[in-house]
């Protein structure tokens, strides 16, 4: 299918295809997994139907992707690279005129087609999922989801009723141990208790969900001091209640996260906005567009990390590489926090470490590339092997200690008693 690729192309394909895909899965699963378990502690919390986390969680896959990908690249080159520098591959193949241009066409390739996808999810999928999530988020705080009344609590509503429930079963569609109290604007107050109940959708009026109670009672107490309360037995009740009214969820662009590219453009440079958003604005602009563009550098510095010195198999190389690339990240965050409030221009604040960054990765690989022997972090490599080696030494198991004391050796030409 693909014979009008070289072989040398198609077997790198191969290399870094498989890593990169392992590794984005991972990345996104690991970062999915930390927000799902605060996400159903959450949920919980608040009482919600639990397939709202998934929900929310398929909301969070844009920005987490947007994470993964150039992390997926970075190591997938790397960990392709670093297989041919230690099954000797790499050196037959320079051994007859491959250069690291050459070897690097198929993954600036696949660098160019998720650069492609990065933009898409940075400036248009990702802001309209997050506003999805914050709208979910929303609704599940103030009850919109069914998510007011909580099992074991007194929940009010309008004021005028109390409502506690013992057990919810089939996700909250059939109620055990319930008890009510209902005040009216006569004073009467009405205390019911029912062994079980469930909610009904009313089709007059929104606002009004009906309850449904089962085998329960009525203690009326009208509120003279003389009277009796009067008590009276049900076998089904509908019990009406008002929903309390929910205040729509604001309109997006609350936030500059959530401008898609055609309005931080807008938003950014139009004089009828106030500086501070323009301010914001535009560091969230360069703040995405310097992510994406950092993705270019990613091969060179993959291949920079990835070739052991000579006789060696160290991994230091992934481990630098994964602290660079997140530090790199946090950098970036807190320039544009500082560019986003107005006390350094957007250009500064982002662009500047891109441009120390760029810097080292370029001395990098032209260290790798074109100094014979030469090693992008072999000082990093000497102190590890030479930490390696004390650690080692360290807790190597030492020999048993001789008994104390005096011997006594045995003549040779004794001869055994008889």
């Given at each position: ?171 909250g569609r059939r109620l055990k141990g319930i008890f009510a109290r209902v005040a009216n604007d006569e004073g009467q107050v009405l205390s019911i208790t029912a062994r079980e109940g469930n909610f009904l959708a009313t089709s007059d009026s929104p606002d009004t969900i009906i309850l449904r109670l089962t085998d329960g009672t009525i203690v009326q107490d009208t509120g003279g001091e003389d009277e009796t309360p009067r008590v009276l037995s049900f076998t089904l009740h509908d019990l009406p209640i008002d929903l309390p009214r929910i205040e729509e969820f604001r309109d997006r662009g609350d936030a500059e996260r959530e401008y898609i590219l055609p309005e931080l453009l807008k938003v950014g440079w139009s004089d009828n906005e106030t500086e501070a958003k323009r301010d914001a604005s535009q560091a969230s602009f360069n703040f995405r567009l310097v992510e994406v563009v950092m ?124």
């Amino acid at each position: 299918m693909f014979n009008f690729i070289p072989a040398i192309d198609r077997y790198i394909l191969r290399l870094v295809i498989v890593p990169m895909l392992g590794v984005f899965a991972i990345a996104a699963s690991l970062l999915l997994l930390d927000k799902m378990l605060r996400l159903f502690d959450f949920v919980a919390t608040e009482g919600g139907p639990i397939g709202i986390v998934f929900k929310m969680l398929a909301s969070l896959m844009p920005e987490y992707a947007s994470l993964a990908i150039p992390l997926g690249l970075l190591l997938g080159i790397l960990l392709a690279f670093r297989k041919l520098a230690t099954s000797s591959e790499l050196d037959v193949m320079r051994a007859v005129g491959q250069s690291y241009g050459r070897l690097l066409r198929i993954p600036y390739i696949i660098t160019v087609v998720f650069m492609a996808v990065n933009v898409a999810l940075v400036f248009y999928i990702q802001p309209v999922s997050r506003y999805y999530y914050e709208q979910l988020e929303y609704e599940l705080r103030s009850g919109a989801l069914g998510a007011s009344i909580k099992v074991g609590e007194f929940t009010t509503l309008k004021d005028r009723m109390a409502l506690r429930i013992d057990e919810s079963e089939d996700d909250g569609r059939r109620l055990k141990g319930i008890f009510a109290r209902v005040a009216n604007d006569e004073g009467q107050v009405l205390s019911i208790t029912a062994r079980e109940g469930n909610f009904l959708a009313t089709s007059d009026s929104p606002d009004t969900i009906i309850l449904r109670l089962t085998d329960g009672t009525i203690v009326q107490d009208t509120g003279g001091e003389d009277e009796t309360p009067r008590v009276l037995s049900f076998t089904l009740h509908d019990l009406p209640i008002d929903l309390p009214r929910i205040e729509e969820f604001r309109d997006r662009g609350d936030a500059e996260r959530e401008y898609i590219l055609p309005e931080l453009l807008k938003v950014g440079w139009s004089d009828n906005e106030t500086e501070a958003k323009r301010d914001a604005s535009q560091a969230s602009f360069n703040f995405r567009l310097v992510e994406v563009v950092m993705m270019l550098l990613m091969p060179l510095l993959a291949v920079a990390l990835a070739i052991p010195p000579k006789r060696s198999s160290s991994a230091l190389g992934v481990f630098v590489s994964i602290v660079m690339v997140v530090a790199y990240h946090k950098v970036n965050q807190y320039g544009e926090d500082i560019a986003a409030l107005g006390r350094v221009d957007p250009i500064v604040a982002l662009w500047g470490p891109f441009v120390v960054f760029a810097a080292l990765i370029l001395w990098m690989y032209y260290r790798v590339a074109f100094v014979p022997g030469g090693q992008a972090i072999g000082a990093l490599e000497t102190a590890a092997a030479k930490m390696g080696k004390r650690l080692r030494k360290l807790f190597a198991r030492k020999p048993r200690s001789k008994l104390a004391g005096p011997q006594i050796d045995e003549p040779a030409n004794m001869a055994p008693a008889e």
